[in-house]
């Protein structure tokens, strides 16, 4: 069964295969991540194709995979779980199999991820005070015979956190700096050198970097001295 491109884009794969998304289907996950429970006379509506083609694209969404589940999205702070830390572990090479096991046991654990760096694991964890993390680290995670070592770091404060994110939303921001973008002048002026006291790389455009050699640092060093 193949899934019906419409009016909306290009060809697609073939469900289960591997759906190749096109400019449409990543229009219906940006809506879908705004509102799950949208109707589908109305996300055709948003994207701008008809009923059948957005229903047709739903579901081949959804069979190939792409769409893995539908959940709910809560208030971590009014369930009780206001305190989140990341525990970073350093577990024994040959008792890797155990932490997975013994991992899926805790039922606190939010996210686990593999790491490269200093340590091997970061769990992310929502508890309702600071005793309980440290009761979980102390008590749960160090009678873990494959954990050798934790680093634990609280989080203060939840910045951004989105449900996903998506390769038109690099594109999209990409068009709008475009739009943002000044238009040099006709003649613009010439780029000054570093004045006294300052440093190399001072006379740069903002956000632009100069390496300077060892040896060409000392001699601007003695220069200035």
Known sequence: MSSNSGSGGGATGRIGIGLELDATHLKILEVLRENGRVSVSALAERVGISR????????ALRADGVIKRFTAEIDHQ???L???ALIFVTVRQQMWRQFRAQLAQMPEVE?????????DAMIQVRMADVA???????ERL????????????????????????LPSDRERDRGRGAARRPTPSASPEPEQGPGPGQGQGQGLPLGK???????EGRAALRDET
């Open 209 to 215: 970097m100069r390496f300077v050699g060892a040896a």
């Open 78 to 80: 009014r369930a009780g």
């Open 142 to 165: 160090a009678n873990i015979p494959a954990v050798k070592a934790t680093e634990t770091v609280f989080i203060l404060d939840e910045v951004l956190r989105r449900p996903y994110v």
């Open 82 to 84: 206001g305190i989140v």
């Open 111 to 119: 996210y686990c991820a593999i790491t490269t760096g200093q340590h």
């Open 132 to 138: 309980e993390v440290h009761a979980m680290v102390t």
């Open 52 to 59: 059948a083609n957005a229903y047709t694209r739903f579901e």
